[in-house]
């Protein structure tokens, strides 16, 4: 792929040469492709088509994930989140054994796939909280909690310079995937100061609906912050949070 050297960087299209902007620097590639009547009709293009609308389901699935919890992900995640979660997406509808290609889904994938994502690739939560969680995500009940026995923040939490105090945060959704149809809570501990002393146990407890047929997700997570004549500010803008699934129920 050329690249575009000089002082002026152009971003459009002159002639038949297309420039834009990558991560990589500005680039620039000759104007050409298929059209769309031909893709969307051409025998030879069926298994682009049947990616297409895969890859696309992918997307939609991921974007409902994303606002089930967005109030918890907005602190917590890095520039390239929503591109790696379509990536995850992808491969949960590649393991539908049910449908045809171009008509696997994600009830019918692995959602499975999903649990030990990452929100933020730059602070997984290993990095940042290690005491031990006790997570009950119970279909029958609705039950989504995460329990944590008293612990010393020194000792089980690392956070970066200037943190004086931080707080966990709990999400759960349940998401119907065809429908969009998504019913979800999140809590949240007080704020903790980051200090030697141990906490007390700690419930982060959300209610979803009993029985349900749809996949259920629930998030864990640490946010930092600093004090400052009694109010709490981001540490950072949030740059060091963490938030990952770490549990998931498919499709029953």
Known sequence: MPKQRGIIKLDGTIGDITFYRTKDGYMAREKGG???????????FERTRENMAEFGRAGQAGKYLRNSVKQLIKGASDSRMQNRMTREMVKVIHLDAVNPRGQRNVIDGEAELLQGFEFNA???????????????????????NISIAPFVPQVEVTAQPGTTHFKLVAGAADINFETGDTVAATSESTMLPF?????TAIELENALPAASVNPLFLFFGISFYQEVNGFFYPLKNGAFNALRIVRVSGTP
Do not use: H, K, N, Y
């Not at 602070?123 to 039950?143: C, H, K, Q, V, Y």
């Not at 200090?195 to 906490?199: E, H, K, M, S």
């Open 34 to 44: 298929i059209s769309a009547q031909r893709m969307q009709t051409d025998p030879a």
């Open 122 to 144: 730059g602070s997984p939560l290993e990095t940042s909280f290690t005491a031990p969680l006790t997570i009950t995500l119970d279909r029958a009940t609705g039950d989504a």
């Open 195 to 199: 200090t030697a002393v141990p906490t």
